[in-house]
């Protein structure tokens, strides 16, 4: 299982290269990672915000939706209504594509196709947006939703930005903050070092102290005549 947070104005090219200083031994540079995109029915969205929190997997999971807006006729021509689904692209280890996905092919009857993210064309007049190399991606599908063969960005999927949901693996996770915990002194508990204790001596009282020195007594003057 994971531990999912959300990032808020974050890329997933941003997280990704922050990866190291930001989970340490968590992140493994050389693991091999892809993206897919999944579609799912809008009304189900929340559940695959945290979805991470459902499922084992070894390497942080980094996703992000996007809403079609001025991109939407150009899903409208492939027979899908984008106001009917959710899109979210998801970039994990390659090692962990099957746990993440296999229970909702096999249990759940998703599909399984490929996509070609492109370019929003710019005959459409964008005010913002940026020529990329288009991308082919593994798309899985609800079953209720069309198939598509293209989905178009105005930027690449790893220049998106908006919230980013995080999931870590938990156990790596757990420590990760342990250790953190241990580096800034949180969670320790410092034993007080023990402070000798001095007992009072009692110093005993010096003879001209405790003796009063013996003065001869002085006979009274004679009282005068």
């Given at each position: 299982?994971?531990?999912?947070?959300?990032?808020?104005?974050a890329t997933i090219g941003q997280l990704l290269?922050?990866?190291?200083?930001?989970?340490?031994?968590?992140?493994?540079?050389?693991a091999t990672r892809t993206r897919v995109l999944m579609m799912m029915p809008r009304k189900e969205r929340k559940l695959y915000e945290m979805h991470g929190d459902?499922?084992?997997h070894g390497q942080?999971?980094?996703?992000?939706?996007?809403?079609?807006r001025a991109e939407?006729?150009?899903?409208?021509e492939q027979g899908l209504d984008p106001r009917l689904a959710s899109f979210l692209f998801v970039d994990l280890a390659s090692s962990d594509l099957g746990a993440w996905l296999q229970h909702l092919v096999t249990r759940e009857g998703w599909l399984r196709s490929t996509v070609e993210v492109q370019p929003v064309p710019f005959s459409m007049?964008?005010?913002?947006?940026?020529?990329?190399?288009?991308?082919?991606?593994?798309?899985?599908?609800h079953p209720d939703l069309p198939s598509i063969d293209r989905y178009h960005l105005p930027f690449s999927v790893a220049s998106l930005?908006?919230?980013?949901?995080?999931?870590?693996?938990?156990?790596?996770?757990a420590e990760h903050a342990r250790q953190q915990a241990e580096v800034?002194?949180?969670?320790?508990?410092?034993?007080?070092?023990p402070q000798p204790v001095v007992e009072a001596v009692e110093t005993p009282p010096s003879q001209h102290e405790t003796e009063a020195p013996d003065v001869p007594s002085e006979d009274p003057a004679p009282a005068p005549t």
């Open positions: 299982m994971g531990v999912t947070a959300m990032i808020p104005d290269a922050e990866a190291t200083s930001r989970w340490g031994a968590i992140w493994d540079p050389a459902m499922v084992e942080p999971v980094m996703s992000m939706f996007h809403r079609p939407a006729p150009l899903l409208q007049g964008l005010p913002n947006q940026r020529r990329f190399e288009t991308e082919r991606l593994l798309l899985f599908r930005a908006g919230k980013c949901y995080v999931s870590l693996p938990k156990r790596k996770a800034l002194g949180v969670g320790r508990l410092e034993r007080p070092t």
